[in-house]
Each structure stands twice: as C-alpha cells, then as structure tokens.
C-alpha cells in the first residue's frame, strides 16, 4: 500500500466535519479497509497500542455523536401524538401514519415492527393489546419512532 495515499479520499466527508479527529478518522478509515491495528502502527510509525487507543476513543467519540443526535430528535420530535389509555395496541400503527402524512414524514417501520415498538417502549403501560396509560408516540424527521409514557 502507498504510505502517501490519505484513507480519507474514497469518503465523501471532509476530516473536519466529523466529531472525531482526523487520525481517529484514518484509523478506523483503515480498519474498514481490512488492516489490522499492527499494520496500521507501521504505517503511522507508532505502536499497535497506541493504533487501538485512537481507535477505541473514535468508536467512542462516534457512539457519543449518535447519543447526542438521538438527544436532540427526541428534544424536537416532527410528530407527536398522544394515545389514549383504552386505545387498541392494532388502531395505533394508523393513526401514527395518519399524523406522519400530514406532516410528509416517512415512518421507517411497518405496521407490524410499529406494533413491536410500541409494545416493548411502552412496557406496563400496554396490557394484552390495549394501551392502559397515556403513552405518546413521537415520530423524527428520519421516520424514527419512539414512545414515551405519560
């Protein structure tokens, strides 16, 4: 391999507008290539342990950046609907597509894995297949779905 060749030039993004550092970037540019931490210590000239620090702190930097966009989605939701106690479990995925079409937001699930997370997010507040608490449904612009109780 060309010591001179930059890993970040088959990527679309630019090394400053990631949240990671630009070695952090290259190391795990690399590592996707398919080098090993050892090869990559000989390239840079420096020790493997070294390689798997900055690797470790750029998974780490990106877990903190994927954390932090969850954050703010769930700060400012596109949609928001409020279910009722009562309602059933199987009337929820259409009223969230409902509330996504008027806002021209395309929800990432189907009806089925909308009927999962509901009922895995909302815990006690779903018995059987009826809503017993509030919940509310919140929808981001990527189509996420995520259900928080009341």
């Known amino acids: 391999m060309d010591r001179e060749t930059d890993p970040l030039d088959d990527t679309e993004y630019e090394a400053d507008e990631l949240v990671v550092t630009r070695r952090q970037a290259e190391v795990l540019a690399l590592r996707e290539q398919g080098l090993t931490q050892a090869d990559i210590a000989d390239r840079f000239g420096t020790s493997r342990a070294n390689v798997a620090n900055i690797e470790a702190s750029a998974r780490e930097n990106a877990e903190k950046a994927r954390n932090t966009v969850d954050f703010l989605e769930r700060l400012r939701p596109l949609v928001e609907l409020e279910i009722d106690a009562h309602t059933s479990l199987f009337d929820v995925p259409p009223m969230v597509y409902s509330a996504c079409d008027e806002a021209d937001i395309k ?37 996420d779905v995520r259900v928080v109780r009341d």
Do not use: H, K, M, W
Request: aromatic share 0%.
């Open 107 to 143: 929800v990432s699930s189907s009806a089925v894995d909308l009927v999962q997370t509901v009922r895995s997010e909302a815990g006690e507040a779903i018995s059987g297949n009826v809503v017993t608490e509030p919940i509310r449904v919140l929808v981001t612009e990527s189509g």
